[in-house]
Each structure stands twice: as C-alpha cells, then as structure tokens.
C-alpha cells in the first residue's frame, strides 16, 4: 500500500501515532486533548510534538520576511 503511494519509508505505529499528533495539534487542537487522545500520563510526552508544530509556524514566518525582504 505505501509503495503505490511512492512512500519508501517504513510505515511504523509510532509513525502513524506521530502524525495523528501533529497534524491535530497544527488543526488547532490543545496538548491537553493530544494527550488524553494519544494516552499519555504526562503532558512532557506530548509537548514533543507541539516543538514540531512550532518550528513549522517558524518556518512559515520566515518564509514571509524573506518574501517582503525581496521586494
């Protein structure tokens, strides 16, 4: 199934458990919901994945300088 998605990188739970994480906590969800939902007794495990989420919004803020550096 994943090699006729061309993904070449092995498809572990862990995987699956790591994307249902950011990507919920980058649809606005809280690290307390995240957490509940993923199992965690502390909410330390599940502030990982929010470091994830923000250096992607960093990213993002500074692909925008960089554009209004250019014009």
């Known amino acids: 199934m994943t090699a006729d998605a061309g993904i070449t990188k092995n498809v572990s739970f862990h995987t699956s458990r790591h994307t249902f994480a ?3 906590l ?3 969800s ?7 939902l ?3 007794t502390s909410i330390n495990s599940t502030q990982v994945y929010a470091d994830v989420v923000m250096e992607t919004k960093v990213e993002a803020i ?9 014009l």
């Open 26 to 28: 980058a649809a606005g």
């Open 22 to 24: 950011v990507l919920t």
């Open 62 to 70: 500074s692909r925008i300088s960089n554009y209004f550096s250019n």
């Open 30 to 36: 809280d690290l307390y919901t995240v957490g509940k």
């Open 38 to 40: 993923l199992g965690h």
